[in-house]
């Protein structure tokens, strides 16, 4: 049982290359996450999928596309790489999907290892 | 690569002593709290959660306490070890619409021998 599952685990981009990153999770989970880490910020939501065949923004999506593949994967793409882009990627999923009134809420998230990527 | 570490607020102790670490949540809807382990070159480790209709919980060697009144989180290691040397991270999950959890900045814990 291997979790979430990133690749790759290092890339190194020229401005204005593409690149796709990889994410799977073997827990049946049916949300699944792409935060970026940067230093002093904390973890922010880039985009997230609720489920299979819904992708929805977060906090700072701009850059980037997703693309939730099937239950088990998500990607997350970089048409054109910027330099303010460098950062540590972080996929995850969802243990538990609450509805609750209006609302759905999602909790325990499950992370994989990362991706440290820098854009030169 | 720049650390995830860089100028984050520093908790330093002794092995074998109990180390407590806080967090200040923002939003006094949020009914779900969270704390992560992040050490070095990995990704965020789940330790363990509350929902606010409590105002402790106990894990192995840890405790989650939450004071609603001044919104407040603390984490609690009792018998601190080598090992727990990483970054801690609390989390919030804010109740609108869809929500999904809230990231604090983190605290760096460092167990020295």
């Known amino acids: 049982n291997a979790g979430v599952t990133q690749t790759p685990k290092f890339q190194v981009l020229k401005t204005g290359q593409s690149m796709t990153l990889q994410c799977a999770q073997d827990?049946?989970?049916?949300?699944m996450y792409w935060y970026r880490q940067d230093p002093g910020m904390g973890l922010r939501l880039i985009y997230y999928s609720a489920s299979e065949g819904t992708t929805d923004k977060g906090e700072v999506p701009n850059g980037y596309n997703v693309s939730r593949l099937n239950k088990r994967e998500f990607s997350l793409r970089l048409e054109s790489a910027a330099p303010s882009q460098t950062s540590v990627y972080f996929c995850a999923s969802s243990e538990v999907s609450v509805r609750r009134g209006s609302f759905t809420t999602n909790e325990k998230l499950f992370f994989g290892s990362g991706t440290q990527l820098s854009v030169l | 690569g720049e650390s995830v570490g860089l100028h984050l607020p520093t908790l330093s102790v002794q092995e074998g002593d109990n180390s407590i670490i806080n967090c200040a949540y923002s939003?006094?809807?949020?009914?779900?709290f969270i704390w992560y382990k992040q050490e070095s070159g990995k990704g965020p480790q789940f330790i363990i959660d509350i929902r606010s209709n409590m105002d402790k919980r106990q894990g192995q060697r840890v405790t989650v306490l939450l004071n609603k009144t001044v919104k407040h989180l603390s984490l609690q290691i009792a018998a601190t070890q080598p090992g727990d040397s990483a970054v801690y991270f609390c989390a919030e999950n804010i109740r609108t619409g869809y929500s999904t959890l809230t990231f604090g900045k983190g605290t760096m814990l460092l167990v020295s021998p």
């Open positions: 827990m049946n989970h049916n949300s």
């Open positions: 939003n006094s809807a949020s009914d779900y």
